[in-house]
T-cell receptor
C-alpha cells in the first residue's frame, strides 16, 4: 500500500462548480499535512497547510480526519486558473526529510 | 530574491556520462533537498542537507552524490548516468524550524539519459 494515495483523475469540472479531492495516508503517526499545487511542467508550490480543526483560504477548504486517516481539499466556484495537479503531502515526523508526496490529482476546469 | 534556481533546465546525456545539476538559493535557508519526479509516482527524496557540511541520504540515493560547502549551493552529481535516471529533478529549500515549513522548489531540470 502506498504511504499517500490520491485518485489521479483527471477531474474535468465546469467553471463555477465545486470539486473535492481526497487523499489517504497509511502512517497514523504522521505529524503534518499539506496541499501543493503543480502546474504543467512547473515546480510544486504550497497551496495550504491542513490543520486538525480544518482551515479555509478563500475558495479553498482543507479538512483532516485523523481517525480515518484522510485529508480533503474542497474548491468552490472553480476558476479556469485552478486547472493544475494537486499534490497531497504528509510529513511523518518533524524533519523535512520525512515528507511523503502523493502522485497528485489532475484537475481541468472547463469553460 | 531569485528564490531557488536550478541549471540546466534541460539536459540529454549518454549512458555512462557524468554531470552535475546545480541548485542555489538566496533565502538563507538551512535545509535543502533534491527530489526526482517520475510519471505515476510522487516526488521521491534523493539526498538532503540540514546545513553547510551536513548531508544525508533520502529514499533513492543510489547513483547520486551531493555536497554542501555553502548555505547557498547544493549540487547533485550523477556519477555514471543510466536510462533509469531519466526524470525531472527538483531542488527545494526550507527553514528547519519544524514540521510545517513550506518547501520552496526550483523550476526543475529535465534530464534524459539515452
Amino acid at each position: 500500500r502506498k504511504e499517500v494515495e490520491q485518485d489521479p483523475g483527471p477531474f474535468n469540472v465546469p467553471e463555477g462548480a465545486t470539486v473535492a479531492f481526497n487523499c489517504t495516508y497509511s502512517n497514523s503517526a504522521s505529524q503534518s499535512f499539506f496541499w501543493y499545487r503543480q502546474d504543467c511542467r512547473k515546480e510544486p508550490k504550497l497551496l495550504m497547510s491542513v490543520y486538525s480543526s480544518g482551515n479555509e483560504d478563500g475558495r479553498f477548504t482543507a479538512q483532516l480526519n485523523r481517525a480515518s486517516q484522510y485529508i480533503s481539499l474542497l474548491i468552490r466556484d472553480s476558476k479556469l486558473s485552478d486547472s493544475a495537479t494537486y499534490l497531497c503531502v504528509v510529513n511523518l515526523g518533524f524533519g523535512n526529510e520525512k515528507l511523503t508526496f502523493g502522485t497528485g490529482t489532475r484537475l481541468t476546469i472547463i469553460p | 530574491n531569485a528564490g531557488v534556481t536550478q541549471t540546466p533546465k534541460f539536459q540529454v546525456l549518454k549512458t555512462g556520462q557524468s554531470m552535475t545539476l546545480q541548485c542555489a538559493q538566496d533565502m538563507n535557508h538551512e535545509y535543502m533537498s533534491w527530489y526526482r519526479q517520475d510519471p505515476g509516482m510522487g516526488l521521491r527524496l534523493i539526498h538532503y542537507s540540514v546545513g553547510a557540511g551536513i548531508t544525508d541520504q533520502g529514499e533513492v540515493p543510489n547513483g547520486y552524490n551531493v555536497s554542501r560547502s555553502t548555505t547557498e549551493d547544493f549540487p547533485l552529481r550523477l556519477l555514471s548516468a543510466a536510462p533509469s535516471q531519466t526524470s525531472v529533478y527538483f531542488c527545494a529549500s526550507s527553514t528547519p524550524s519544524g514540521s510545517r515549513d513550506e518547501q520552496f522548489f526550483g523550476p526543475g531540470t529535465r534530464l534524459t539519459v539515452l
